[in-house]
Nanobody, 124 residues
Framework: QVQLVESGGGLVQAGGSLRLSCAPS????????MGWFRQAPGKEREFVAAFSWRGGATRYADSVKGRFTISRENAMNTVYLQMNNLKPEDTAMYYC?????????????????WGQGTQVTVSS
């Protein structure tokens, strides 16, 4: 059974940092693109960052460029999202997702596996 399990969310003050983790299991993800998305109350789910496990290409939403970094740890088969200089508008449920193939896309269509999400709340 394929699972993506997120962790690392929490409450932080503006300007603070958090590191989210995503632990995929149930199959090899070496040919997948891994992404992070977020959804705030009353808003649509939006792209945050993604990378191709095979090619290493990365892509970020303009709103998080220079503040967030997506990375991986091959030995642990884990994907991270380091979030620095957090802002209140970053408050959302953050989801890890996976899509087959090396193309890094920003649309949530095509991502076939999703985690349950981890809540990030940034206070002003």
């Amino acid at each position: 059974q394929v699972q993506l399990v997120e962790s690392g969310g929490g409450l932080v003050q503006a300007g603070g940092s958090l590191r989210l983790s995503c632990a995929p299991s149930g199959r090899s993800f070496s040919t997948y693109t891994m992404g992070w998305f977020r959804q705030a109350p009353g808003k649509e789910r939006e792209f945050v960052a993604a990378f191709s496990w095979r090619g290493g290409a990365t892509r970020y939403a303009d709103s998080v460029k220079g503040r967030f970094t997506i990375s991986r740890e091959n030995a642990m088969n884990t994907v991270y999202l380091q979030m620095n200089n957090l802002k209140p508008e970053d408050t959302a449920m953050y989801y890890c997702a996976a899509r087959l193939g090396a193309t890094v896309t920003t649309s949530n269509s095509g991502y076939i596996y999703w985690g349950q999400g981890t809540q990030v709340t940034v206070s002003s």
